[in-house]
């Protein structure tokens, strides 16, 4: 089965990116090739991470602090 999933979100916050894009990553990562995402914007105040996003193509820095502080 040759199946392909669209994951559709409306908002491309820092939530997002730092979860649920994140884990969908991590999937393509460990070889499930299947998942994409389609993201929206409908609010005025966010646009320029719209267009930061595209001019960057989709890619973005995520950091990440363990409850020790150590950054990766």
Same mark, same amino acid.
């Given at each position: +089965? ?8 409306? %908002? ?6 730092? &979860?649920?894009?994140?884990? *969908?990553?991590?999937?393509?990562? +460990? ?8 993201? %929206? ?6 646009? &320029?991470?719209?267009?930061? *996003? ?14 020790? %502080?150590?950054?990766?």
């Amino acid at each position: +089965m040759n199946e392909q999933f669209t994951w559709l979100h409306i %908002g491309l916050g820092s939530f997002h990116r730092a &979860h649920q894009a994140w884990y *969908l990553h991590r999937l393509q990562v +460990m070889g499930d090739k299947r998942w994409s995402i389609a993201a %929206g914007n409908i609010r005025n105040d966010a646009e &320029h991470v719209v267009q930061a *996003l595209s001019a960057q193509k989709g890619r973005y820095v995520l950091e990440t602090v363990s409850p020790e %502080g150590v950054s990766e």
